[in-house]
């Protein structure tokens, strides 16, 4: 059951900043010292304790991405991102998916891998097997070693040997640790467990040890996320709704057979979730690192969505769309508790674990990507950017809030968009 309001927020771009903070603290229960933290970020001192050298802040603005259900609940999304149209597009996917029923997500367990290096193994099968009957000696060297992660149910999950016969520097065997790290990232606690692994495994294969470290291929903590859009509420334009969506299924098709694309078709999906990433204090360098090599599994880099026709009972052909990914994300530890407006972008995705941080990311990678595909099936990416730079220009020559669009849209339609010329409205509408 959601306890929450509806995330449907029509109109809410057209809200002043102020009424839009004031909606958003009625709808999450924020108080004025979370609304000031959602304003002012990270203060330098802050920043003095988080990084070395520090020098300052680097602002990024913080949006909100409206409309989503997942699941049976209503979610918000704090995005941190630079680049315009994210959000607006992302939130507009979220409300195609919210008319066809919403999202469903989910997630695997939240089981990070460290892996420690084996050099030097004098007999690589017999080091297998020796390491393998040591999972309990193992777990009982490292569960104690992450007490809070453990009373939340999480350890020690299983050890596996793999072998690597030939490499530049000889035959190695990886150990991977599996660690499940419940509500953290775990990178922390995952390479202490390697570390502290380290000895009882060279014992056991008589070999030496050297790296000792996580592996962002995190392909054990997937996210997915599905959904499906009856076609005709695809039509956007001219554009029919059923043509929107074979244009949808020819464009995934291009991103599954072609790296080119590919490339392209995922950076998408990561404009969704990268922002929530920043916004929640998450690392999203390991994210994209993460995803990007998931990506590239089965020895081709493909994208990673699943868009099709099906034929559904109730409502006629609808498209179907289906993302999974590993998603390595923590709500407690790290950045997520020390940046105050990560605090509040938790508490307005109000999620209870960090897996459901990740199957809502999951989500917003899939709205993000659908939002793409329809735009570049249909008009094209740059007419609705376009839209937006005019904005921007018209802002930028001093347009006050009520007459930015009336600007715009005559920049538009006069097809230059120039600052010289928003001038020039703004003088004539005097
Ligand atoms: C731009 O930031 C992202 C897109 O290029 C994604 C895509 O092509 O699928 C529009």
């Not at 959000?87 to 409300?95: E, G, M, P, Y």
Request: hydrophobic residues 50%.
């Amino acid at each position: 059951m959601d306890e929450r309001p509806s995330s449907r927020l029509s109109g809410f771009y057209r809200q002043s900043l102020d009424q839009r903070l004031a909606t958003l603290a009625g709808w999450a229960g924020l108080d004025d010292a979370d609304l000031a933290a959602l304003r002012a970020g990270l203060s330098v001192e802050q920043a003095d304790h988080m990084v070395e050298n520090a020098l300052g802040l680097f602002a990024l603005p913080l949006g909100l991405g409206v409309n989503f259900l997942i699941n049976g609940r209503n979610y918000l999304t704090p995005m941190a991102v630079e680049e315009p149209s994210v959000i607006a597009a992302v939130s507009n996917a979220a409300r195609l998916v919210r008319a066809g029923g919403g999202f469903t997500a989910g997630s695997s367990e939240p089981v990070m891998i460290g892996q420690v290096q084996l050099l030097d193994v004098p007999d690589p099968a017999a080091a297998e097997g020796a390491i393998l009957a040591s999972r309990d000696r193992l777990a009982a060297l490292i569960d104690p070693l992450h007490p809070s992660i453990v009373r939340a149910g999480g350890g020690l999950r299983g050890v596996e040997v793999r072998h690597l016969p030939a490499t530049p520097a000889g035959p190695m065997t990886i150990v991977h640790l599996l660690l499940d790290c419940r509500d953290a990232m775990g990178a922390n606690a995952v390479n202490t467990a390697a570390e502290a692994a380290a000895p009882l495994l060279e014992l056991l294969s008589g070999g030496r040890a050297r790296l000792r470290i996580l592996s962002n291929l995190s392909d054990r903590r997937r996210a997915w996320a599905a959904c499906q859009i009856p076609v005709e509420l695809l039509a956007r334009g001219a554009a029919a709704g059923d043509e929107v969506a074979r244009g949808i299924v020819e464009a995934n098709a291009f991103a599954w057979a072609d790296p080119y694309r590919a490339a392209t078709h995922n950076k998408g999906i990561m404009n969704g979730i990268d922002p929530l990433a920043i916004a929640t204090g998450n690392d999203w360098r390991a994210l994209e690192a993460g995803v990007h090599a998931y990506a590239a599994r089965d020895g081709q880099y493909r994208g990673l969505t699943d868009w099709r026709l099906v034929e559904s009972d109730q409502a006629g052909p609808a498209l179907a769309g289906r993302i999974e990914l590993p998603l390595a994300v923590g709500i407690v530890g790290g950045a997520t508790k020390v940046h105050p407006a990560a605090q509040v972008a938790l508490k307005i995705l109000g999620v209870a674990s960090a897996s459901e941080l990740a199957e809502v990311m999951a989500a917003v990678g899939l709205a993000q990507n659908l939002s793409a595909l329809a735009a570049l099936a249909a008009e094209g990416i740059q007419q609705g950017h376009m839209a937006l730079h005019a904005r921007h220009v018209a802002l930028a020559a001093g347009a006050p809030a009520g007459l930015v669009d009336q600007v715009a849209a005559q920049l538009i339609a006069e097809g230059q968009i120039r600052a010289a010329r928003a001038v020039e409205i703004l003088a004539e509408l005097g």
